[in-house]
């Protein structure tokens, strides 16, 4: 598996998709903390239905050529290996936080900025999470809402990091 696989395999778990339904269902959901763009996701497609773990079916929409795609017994099994799979990697890319990192090589009001740019960016995602959660069409599957709850709770948490340490660093400032 590659990095986009249990992306596609997740997604098509719920219900068959085409390759455009994938990545819309990404952008409102797993890019948060799992991005998949349709440079990955179409050349997956490909490979995954080359190794029989999906089943794609032309189904045009209008004009256009449209692919929609299943997935088959073993396509499940390997999503169900990979869900129960003993390792469990957390990584996270954060390139505000890198920027954090790095901040001593500027002035001390130029740092700040970043800091509240970083702050800014948590209530963003949250206006964004809150827009998600308002959407209609009924009730998530448990465990997509237990990930979005993680996703509010993360950004009401950030954001309340970012004002706590501006008001420290500012105070220090100050003092100095």
Known sequence: MNAVTPVILGMLSLRPRSGYDIKTVVD???????????????????????????????????GRSRRVYKLTKAGRDALQEWLLGSTVTI????????RLFFADALPREEALLLLEGRKKGHEQYLEVLHAIEQLPGGKDPDFVDLVLRWGIEFNEWGAQWCEKHLKRLRNETKAA
């Open 91 to 98: 990584e996270y890319r954060d390139e505000s936080l890198l």
């Open 28 to 62: 409102r959901s797993t890019r948060f903390f799992w991005a998949a763009s349709y440079g990955q996701i179409y050349p997956e497609l490909r490979r995954l239905e080359s190794e029989g773990l999906i089943e794609g079916e032309d189904a045009p929409n209008g």
